[in-house]
């Protein structure tokens, strides 16, 4: 009787996902990129660690902590703010984030680990990717002076080409 009604729980989950199939295979192959991104960098995959970094996948505009909670906290209740920060500064020290102190008021975060430099727009505080080296010098150049250099931060701040043009019109 048990192992009857699990398999038609087991059905009616199969023909919901059916209806979206795509949808969910889509799904289930995001959330295995950020369980193979977790264990990669040694931290522990539970559900909400999955979901942040999966979201963190998902949204390359570098967001805060305070972002990530305000997306998540909706599907996620159990959340809190204190989780989100810890869990981003974890994924950050076992390398599976960057953590970018160009904002002065706020500490954003990275899925894009490659080595890129950062843009502040001063007006509308969007970050921007540079992926052009500019002004960086080589890891390697760095290594032969005996350095064991982990991490590049390059910072630049400005306006952004989107509010320069706002202030033509
Ligand atoms: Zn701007
Ligand atoms: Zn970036």
Redesign the pocket.
């Known amino acids: 009787m048990f192992i009857f009604s699990l398999v038609v729980i087991e059905e009616a989950l199969y023909l919901q996902r059916k209806q979206s199939c795509n949808d969910y295979k889509v799904e289930r192959s995001k959330q295995m990129k950020a369980y193979d991104i977790l264990l990669a960098h040694q931290v522990k995959p539970s559900l909400q660690r999955i979901a942040i970094m999966e979201y963190m996948m998902e949204h390359r505009t570098h967001p805060s902590a305070e972002e990530v909670y305000a997306d998540l906290s909706e599907s996620m209740p159990t959340l809190s703010k204190t989780t989100v920060y810890n869990t981003l500064r974890l994924f950050a020290e076992n390398g599976a984030v960057l953590m970018l102190t160009i904002d002065d008021k706020n500490v954003n975060f990275d899925a894009d680990t490659s080595q890129h430099a950062h843009f502040l727009?001063k007006?509308?505080g969007?970050i921007y990717d540079f992926h052009s080296q500019v002004g960086l010098r080589k890891l390697k150049d760095l290594r032969a002076e005996g350095h064991d250099v982990e991490e590049v931060h390059a910072y630049y701040k400005g306006?952004?080409k989107?509010?320069l043009n706002k202030d033509i019109d």
């Open positions: 727009c007006k509308c969007k306006i952004c989107n509010c």
